[in-house]
């Protein structure tokens, strides 16, 4: 991995709660353990009164003809000046941060970073992204110091 500087870590200036909550298929990870060998992934956000949000990962194993499976999780904003840094926790009782570095104008991609910038993922509201977004935003990651060369395509149907 590059060198991850806190300018790598950046995030955006602001993120509208409302408008992110929903469905974000997983375009792109960093392999790890947890999510290698899924299929359909994504991830799924639910504001809740009390400040607090569901996030529910979704996934197939190896297939789109395996069951649909969901880990229930919980996620809260830790800068509320921004509301681009968050925890997450879909085990207790780790966490891990959840830091939205790139966002679209209109909600239809990010990139999230976790773990000092080791875990990187691209979202997407749709199954894919065109090929010129996904570029971009490959370059958008390496020109951050983190390493887009290790992000690995999840397959989504469709893609």
Do not use: C
């Amino acid at each position: 991995m590059k060198n991850t500087t806190p300018k790598s870590l950046a995030t955006v200036k602001s993120v509208d709660l409302d408008r992110y909550m929903g469905r974000w298929h997983v375009i792109a990870y960093t392999p790890n353990f947890f999510e290698d060998g899924k299929v359909a992934t994504s991830d799924n956000y639910v504001k809740h009164a009390d400040g607090t949000m569901a996030a529910d990962y979704v996934f197939r194993r190896k297939n789109f003809e395996a069951p649909e499976k969901t880990w229930h999780g919980k996620a809260w904003v830790t800068n509320t000046q921004t509301n681009a840094e968050w925890k997450v926790r879909l085990f207790w009782p780790f966490t891990s941060d959840y830091l939205i570095l790139e966002l679209d104008a209109d909600y239809r991609w990010a990139v999230v970073a976790s773990n000092g910038g080791k875990l990187v993922w691209v979202l997407a509201r749709e199954h894919t992204l065109p090929d010129s977004v996904y570029t971009d935003l490959l370059k958008r990651i390496d020109a951050r110091g983190l390493d887009s060369s290790r992000l690995a395509r999840v397959p989504q149907p469709g893609s």
